[in-house]
């Protein structure tokens, strides 16, 4: 084998060993984007909000009718409602982590004022979502004296139930949700000045 060619030979051998090499060493110092954890959450959270939804509350209360879903679950030894599933696992998540993160599900028209959006960046991302149907929200937003990624993702209205509920619900500020309207978002915040 002529010189050159013992040459490259070796410097593709020495290239592939190289290659995982470097990604061992890189690993310690891997980072994920804001946006890439925020929709990673959002896949979880959704998975849960659907799989609670569909395999308890419509399995157990419209199929099988062995018990009722209720807002007043506790009086009525009811399940929650998805949405109050939802809040509660959220409340628990924010108290219990000290990353900084925190999620929610908001609306411009909430039934429960604690669904409020609160923040410049949260009313945005909730008219951005209704106004372009499909689309999700990323923005920065401070807090504090602290920079968060926050990202919005449509809420919508997948069946009647949502709609018949929310508009004759006595505290619901909107009554006309039709099907497949944006009726609120999932707020995922996440903090970005830290390590
Ligand atoms: C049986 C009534 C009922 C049904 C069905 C229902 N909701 Fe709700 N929804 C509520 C109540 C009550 C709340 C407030 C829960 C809380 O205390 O946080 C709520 C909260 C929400 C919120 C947060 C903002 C707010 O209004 O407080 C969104 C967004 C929402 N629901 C969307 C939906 C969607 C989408 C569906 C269908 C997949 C749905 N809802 C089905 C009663 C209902």
Redesign the pocket.
């Known amino acids: 084998m002529k010189n050159t060619a013992k040459n490259i030979l070796l410097g593709l051998v020495l290239a592939a060993l190289c290659v995982p090499m470097q990604a061992a060493a890189a690993s310690p110092e891997a980072s994920i984007s804001p946006k890439r954890m925020a929709d990673t959450l959002y896949t979880v959270i959704l998975a849960h909000r659907t799989t609670y939804?569909e395999l308890i509350v419509n399995r157990l209360s419209n199929v099988e009718e062995v018990i009722e879903v209720s807002?007043h679950w506790q009086d009525e030894q009811a399940l929650l409602?998805?949405?109050?599933m939802f809040?509660a696992t959220a409340e628990l998540v924010q108290k219990e982590n000290d990353l900084g993160f925190s999620y929610s599900?908001?609306?411009l028209?909430?039934?429960?004022s604690?669904?409020n959006a609160k923040t410049d960046i949260e009313k945005k991302g909730l008219q951005y979502i209704v106004d372009k149907k499909g689309e999700n929200f990323y923005g920065e937003e401070t807090l504090g004296d602290k920079k968060y990624f926050t990202a919005v993702y449509p809420?919508?209205?997948?069946?009647k139930?949502?709609i018949s509920?929310?508009n004759k619900?006595k505290d619901s500020p909107k009554k006309d949700f039709k099907l497949n309207n944006v009726?609120?978002g999932i707020v995922i915040r996440i903090p970005v000045d830290t390590k």
Do not use: F, I
């Open positions: 939804t807002e409602l998805p949405s109050q809040r599900l908001l609306s028209w909430p039934v429960n604690k669904n809420d919508v209205a997948v069946s139930a949502c509920c929310h619900h009726m609120g």
